[in-house]
């Protein structure tokens, strides 16, 4: 099974994706997960990552598709989350045999909300929200604000994604692979909206 999930920055795909990797058996591969991992090392690469992730910028495209590629190289099931991002990088993919591609759609309104309490565990690179998915109490301390859930660099993040992500539904809705979900609604709600979607593949 090999799938692509998108959507506006937080509009769940992160905590999506966890659930659907662990059930249906799959890799999950993030790349913002993976830039940010390389972002923490005090390497030149790590700051050139640095720079683009905190301006709400993409990073250039080689280095997305590289580090795409390379993760899911002989791999038959996996979950693209946060990849692709634009029109070439999913045609970089286009011969990978993807599928279904899933949007996680939310009105903008609603994920500035959940952007703004956001926190994220640096020891696992899971994320949580204090009103919308409460973390457990022994971890608070250690939780932070990601750097890019600025209301300055959301609002980039935005921009971003208006214009070169938003194209790429359209690219797979007329491959004919596309599912919109409701992204609006309880974690548990939206994410059984998921699975039946998904279940149909088996
Ligand atoms: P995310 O965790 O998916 O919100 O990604 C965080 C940041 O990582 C983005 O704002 C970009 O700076 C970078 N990033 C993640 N995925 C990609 C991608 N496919 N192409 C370029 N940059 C990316």
Same mark, same amino acid.
């Given at each position: 099974m ?29 790349i ?11 390497t030149?690469l ?6 683009y992730?905190?301006?709400g ?13 390379k ?5 038959k ?6 990849f ?6 999913? @045609?970089?993919?286009?011969?990978? %045999? &993807? ?8 009105p903008?309104? !609603? +994920?500035?909300? #959940? ?15 204090l ?23 959301i ?14 539904? @359209?690219?797979?809705?007329?491959? %004919? &692979?596309l ?9 548990e !709600? +939206?994410?059984? #909206?998921?699975?039946m ?6």
């Amino acid at each position: 099974m090999k799938l692509i999930i998108l959507g506006p920055p937080g509009s769940g795909k992160g905590t999506i994706s966890e659930r659907l990797v662990k059930d249906f058996n799959l890799l999950h591969v993030s790349i913002g997960d993976l830039l940010r991992k390389e972002a923490k090392k005090n390497t030149a690469l790590g700051k050139e990552i640095s720079g683009y992730i905190n301006k709400g910028n993409l990073v250039p495209h080689h280095m997305a598709v590289k580090i795409a590629k390379k993760a899911i190289k002989n791999k038959k099931n996996f979950l693209f989350d946060g990849f692709p991002r634009s029109i070439d990088q999913a @045609k970089e993919i286009e011969n990978e %045999g &993807i599928d279904l591609a899933l949007y996680v759609s939310v009105p903008e309104k !609603e +994920v500035i909300k #959940r952007l703004s309490g956001r926190l994220l565990d640096p020891v696992t690179g899971k994320t949580y929200h204090l009103k919308y998915l409460p973390p457990p109490k022994n971890i608070l301390k250690r939780l932070v604000h990601r750097k890019d859930d600025t209301p300055k660099v959301i609002k980039e993040r935005f921009k971003v994604y208006h214009q070169e992500t938003e194209p790429v539904i @359209k690219y797979y809705q007329k491959k %004919g &692979i596309l599912q919109t979900i409701n992204g609006v609604g309880k974690t548990e !709600e +939206v994410y059984n #909206r998921v699975k039946m979607i998904v279940k149909k593949l088996k």
